[in-house]
């Protein structure tokens, strides 16, 4: 039981910056560029580890614990989520609702930090990101209890199982206005580009880099993986709950699991592809525009849900 | 309508994508994507008329999908851009209320659309989502008909309407008679064009077709 805890943290933190580089690869093709080699984030990663952090005089406690509580804030979501199998063996320590507060506090120290170095940019980003968060929060959670109140709890194994179970029964319409709300959500919360620009750094609509412009060597390090593990884990949050097919359930032999490991692979992969071309194919929106599109996300959320109750007759 | 039983799947999906087109038109603030989506709601609507045929294998029903794909999914598109790119007028779309607001009434009509049309007892759970899509869609339509300025999206907003009107009766009738339909779309093309002079006229006088100019005095 614990070799599988360890396996499943072994493989997020595995996946995570390979993800970040294929995206970028996709991106590079569609702007034909020849763009980073497909494991440059592992280079990255290494290469920043073995840096010394240059850290302010003026920063306080806040500024050294922030990368590391929100790493394993994230870190602690991923054990909630169903990866490659739904046999969640943390599953009883929280629901859904535990994990969107998980990110949420990863995302309150990252802001606080950003404000602790006193910096203008930091508290720009910081009260950005703050601004975001408040209109994805409810999005989020709305588009996810559309699934949860059609199948009937809020466990995230349990619900990934059970849809996986139904097969093509599963496709409702319901379903769909909560994929494509929970998509646009995954848009803000991974700060691609309608929302945020991951690849501009010293701009004055950066958001994510804004916050943490004041960190370096380790510290960056830890942020930057962990930004990559809460992308990869968002991307699985939309593939496991809405096409969990091919995920491994409890009892499942080694076999079943590469291939499980196999097609989470490609699913994931699938999405990030997708969540390039959304990008390269839009343009960065100003911010004040914002609260549209997350309420237009909300919106969706909210009729997936009087869609369930609709049809099931609540 | 219990014949209705192949694609009842595929009904409830295409009703969904019709309420999420019309959400695109209460969310987007420029007229080219609004016609856009009228379109793409007009050509939804040509499905579900279609798949009702297909499955009731009424042959004047195939002649009604046909004519709301060729006339509400091409043609008044066409004359929408026409009228644009005629008069030249500024691609935003000017609101009373502004676009979240305008969502959450939009979200809030749905419900109590929903809630009403449970009052009433239908047989079966498509029907029902039908008709009160259907009656979302009106008020909806009459919504986007107070909250904009512009005087096409007013025009857009009575289509939108209509389309409510048509998602209802095919889905609670099988399709009214194909006079009866056939009477329907001749008025809603002329009363698209004769919007479209209205719209001229207007431009013409005011110089803008911002519906607000119009409580001004004009000697």
Not at chain 1, 191 to 217: C, F, K, Q
Not at chain 1, 286 to 314: D, H, N, Q, T, Y
């Given at each position: 039981?614990i070799?599988?805890?360890?396996f499943?943290?072994?493989?997020?933190?595995?996946?995570a910056?390979?993800?970040?580089?294929?995206?970028?690869?996709?991106?590079a093709f569609f702007?034909?560029?020849?763009?980073?080699?497909?494991l440059?984030?592992?280079?990255?990663?290494?290469?920043?580890?073995?840096?010394?952090?240059?850290?302010?005089?003026?920063?306080s406690w806040?500024?050294?614990?922030?990368?590391?509580?929100?790493?394993?804030?994230?870190?602690a979501a991923?054990?909630?989520?169903?990866?490659?199998?739904?046999?969640l063996?943390?599953?009883f320590?929280?629901?859904?609702?535990?994990?969107?507060?998980?990110?949420a506090?990863?995302?309150?120290?990252t802001?606080?930090a950003s404000?602790d170095?006193?910096s203008?940019?930091?508290?720009?980003?910081?009260?950005?990101?703050?601004?975001i968060?408040?209109?994805?929060?409810?999005?989020?959670?709305?588009?996810?209890?559309a699934?949860?109140?059609?199948v009937?709890s809020?466990?995230?194994?349990?619900?990934?199982q059970t849809v996986?179970?139904?097969?093509?029964?599963a496709?409702?319409?319901?379903?769909?206005?909560?994929?494509?709300?929970l998509?646009?959500?995954?848009?803000?919360?991974?700060?691609?580009?309608?929302?945020?620009?991951p690849?501009?750094h010293?701009?004055?609509?950066m958001i994510?880099e804004?916050m943490?412009l004041?960190y370096?060597?380790?510290?960056?390090?830890?942020?930057e993986?962990?930004?990559m593990?809460?992308?990869?884990?968002?991307?699985?949050?939309?593939a496991?709950?809405f096409?969990?097919?091919?995920?491994?359930?409890?009892?499942?032999?080694?076999?079943?699991?590469v291939?499980?490991?196999?097609?989470?692979l490609?699913?994931?992969v699938i999405?990030?592809?997708?969540?390039a071309?959304?990008e390269?194919?839009?343009a960065?929106?100003?911010?004040f525009?914002l609260?549209?599109?997350?309420?237009?996300?909300?919106?969706?959320s909210?009729?997936?849900i009087v869609?369930?109750?609709?049809?099931?007759g609540g | 309508?219990?014949?209705v039983?192949f694609?009842?799947?595929?009904?409830?999906?295409?009703?969904?994508?019709?309420?999420?087109?019309?959400?695109?038109?209460?969310?987007?603030?420029?007229l080219?994507?609004?016609?856009?989506?009228?379109?793409?709601q007009?050509f939804?609507?040509?499905?579900?008329?279609?798949?009702?045929?297909?499955?009731?294998?009424?042959?004047d029903?195939?002649?009604?999908?046909l004519l709301t794909?060729i006339?509400k999914?091409?043609?008044?598109?066409?004359?929408?851009i026409?009228?644009?790119?005629?008069?030249?007028?500024?691609?935003?779309?000017?609101?009373?209320?502004?676009?979240?607001?305008?969502?959450i009434?939009?979200?809030?009509?749905?419900?109590?659309?929903?809630y009403?049309?449970?009052?009433?007892?239908?047989?079966?759970?498509?029907?029902?989502?039908a008709?009160?899509?259907?009656?979302?869609l009106v008020?909806?339509?009459?919504?986007?008909?107070i909250?904009?300025?512009?005087?096409?999206?007013?025009?857009?907003g009575i289509l939108?309407?209509?389309n409510?009107?048509?998602?209802g009766?095919?889905s609670l009738?099988?399709?009214m008679?194909?006079?009866?339909?056939?009477?329907?779309?001749f008025?809603v093309?002329i009363?698209v064009?004769?919007?479209?002079?209205l719209?001229?006229?207007?431009n013409?006088t005011?110089?803008?077709?911002?519906?607000?100019?119009?409580?001004?005095?004009i000697?």
């Amino acid at each position: 039981m614990i070799a599988q805890i360890i396996f499943q943290l072994f493989i997020i933190i595995a996946l995570a910056p390979l993800l970040s580089g294929i995206m970028k690869k996709v991106k590079a093709f569609f702007q034909i560029r020849k763009g980073p080699g497909v494991l440059q984030p592992y280079y990255d990663i290494l290469k920043l580890l073995q840096k010394d952090s240059v850290v302010s005089t003026n920063v306080s406690w806040i500024f050294h614990a922030a990368p590391v509580v929100s790493f394993v804030a994230v870190l602690a979501a991923g054990l909630l989520i169903p990866i490659y199998t739904t046999q969640l063996y943390l599953g009883f320590a929280g629901d859904l609702i535990a994990v969107i507060y998980l990110f949420a506090l990863a995302r309150f120290f990252t802001a606080l930090a950003s404000l602790d170095a006193g910096s203008s940019f930091g508290g720009m980003g910081g009260s950005r990101e703050m601004f975001i968060a408040s209109l994805v929060e409810p999005a989020l959670m709305l588009s996810i209890f559309a699934v949860a109140l059609n199948v009937g709890s809020t466990n995230l194994g349990f619900i990934s199982q059970t849809v996986s179970g139904l097969g093509f029964d599963a496709m409702s319409p319901y379903q769909i206005l909560a994929f494509v709300a929970l998509f646009i959500i995954a848009i803000a919360e991974t700060g691609r580009i309608p929302v945020d620009n991951p690849a501009t750094h010293l701009e004055l609509t950066m958001i994510h880099e804004a916050m943490i412009l004041e960190y370096s060597g380790k510290q960056l390090a830890i942020v930057e993986l962990g930004a990559m593990i809460k992308q990869l884990l968002i991307f699985s949050l939309l593939a496991n709950i809405f096409f969990p097919w091919g995920i491994a359930t409890g009892g499942a032999g080694a076999a079943e699991y590469v291939l499980a490991l196999l097609i989470f692979l490609i699913k994931i992969v699938i999405i990030g592809i997708t969540m390039a071309v959304v990008e390269t194919s839009t343009a960065k929106w100003r911010l004040f525009r914002l609260p549209e599109l997350m309420s237009i996300s909300l919106m969706l959320s909210f009729l997936a849900i009087v869609a369930v109750i609709i049809v099931k007759g609540g | 309508m219990a014949e209705v039983v192949f694609g009842s799947k595929i009904m409830q999906l295409l009703i969904a994508f019709i309420l999420v087109s019309t959400f695109m038109i209460l969310g987007s603030t420029r007229l080219y994507s609004c016609v856009r989506a009228f379109g793409i709601q007009s050509f939804l609507l040509a499905c579900v008329a279609g798949i009702v045929a297909y499955s009731t294998g009424k042959y004047d029903i195939y002649i009604v999908a046909l004519l709301t794909l060729i006339i509400k999914s091409a043609v008044i598109p066409y004359i929408f851009i026409y009228i644009i790119r005629e008069i030249k007028v500024k691609k935003e779309i000017e609101l009373y209320v502004n676009i979240s607001p305008s969502l959450i009434i939009g979200g809030t009509l749905v419900v109590i659309s929903y809630y009403l049309i449970r009052s009433i007892s239908i047989i079966s759970e498509l029907s029902s989502l039908a008709l009160s899509a259907s009656m979302s869609l009106v008020s909806i339509g009459l919504f986007i008909m107070i909250s904009r300025k512009k005087a096409l999206m007013q025009m857009l907003g009575i289509l939108i309407m209509e389309n409510g009107l048509f998602l209802g009766a095919i889905s609670l009738t099988n399709g009214m008679p194909l006079l009866v339909e056939l009477g329907i779309f001749f008025d809603v093309l002329i009363g698209v064009l004769i919007m479209g002079i209205l719209i001229f006229r207007i431009n013409k006088t005011f110089e803008s077709i911002d519906t607000d100019l119009l409580k001004n005095l004009i000697g």
